[in-house]
C-alpha cells in the first residue's frame, strides 16, 4: 500500500436544480467566497489556476488545477492537480429530485516532505481532515446557492 496515495468519493445531495449548481462550480475563482477551506484560487489563464487550501490541521496545501474536462451537457468538471498534491478531480452534477446530487471525486499523491514523512501515523488524520473540509464545502455551496 502506497500510504501517500489517496483516493476520495464524496456525494452531495442539494436542494437545487442541477444547472445552477454546476453555474457555480464552474467558477472556482468564487470557491473562497463559499467555501472556508479553499482559502485562494488565483487564475493563470482560461484553462490554469492555483489554489490555497486549509482545512482543520494548520497546514496550508498549494496546487496547479488544469482544466482537463469542461462538458456542461453531462455536467462534468474535471482538473489535473500538481503541486503539494499530483493527480485529478473531478465534479460530477445529476438531477436527483427536485435538486441534485454532486458527486466529487479525488485521485491524489501527496508530494509535500513533511506529509509524506506522516504518512502513515497520519493518514486517519488527513482522511478525517478532508472529510470536515467537504462537509464544510457542502455546507457552504447550500448557502450560496441560496443566495444566488
Given amino acids: 500500500m502506497d500510504w501517500n496515495h489517496y483516493r476520495f468519493t464524496t456525494v452531495w445531495d442539494l436542494p437545487v436544480g442541477p444547472d445552477a449548481a454546476f453555474t457555480v462550480l464552474e467558477h472556482p475563482e468564487d470557491y473562497p467566497r463559499w467555501w ?3 482559502r485562494a484560487v488565483t487564475r493563470v489563464d482560461d484553462s490554469t489556476a492555483t489554489a490555497r487550501f486549509r482545512s482543520f490541521l494548520p497546514y496550508t496545501l498549494v496546487v496547479t488545477l488544469r482544466r482537463h474536462r469542461h462538458d456542461p451537457a453531462a455536467r462534468v468538471l474535471e482538473a ?3 503541486g503539494d498534491l499530483d ?3 473531478r465534479w460530477t452534477v445529476t438531477p436527483r ?3 441534485s446530487r454532486i458527486v466529487y471525486e479525488q485521485e491524489v499523491d501527496v508530494r509535500t516532505a513533511l506529509l509524506r514523512r506522516l504518512a ?3 493518514r486517519p488524520v488527513f482522511r478525517a481532515n478532508h472529510t470536515l473540509m467537504m462537509r464544510s464545502g457542502r455546507r ?3 448557502a450560496w446557492l441560496r443566495t444566488v
Avoid: D, E, F
Wanted: charged share 0%.
Fill in 120 to 122: 502513515v501515523p497520519g
Fill in 140 to 142: 457552504g455551496l447550500t
Fill in 97 to 99: 429530485g427536485g435538486g
Fill in 80 to 82: 489535473a492537480m500538481s
Fill in 36 to 38: 472556508p477551506q479553499v
Fill in 87 to 89: 493527480g485529478w478531480a
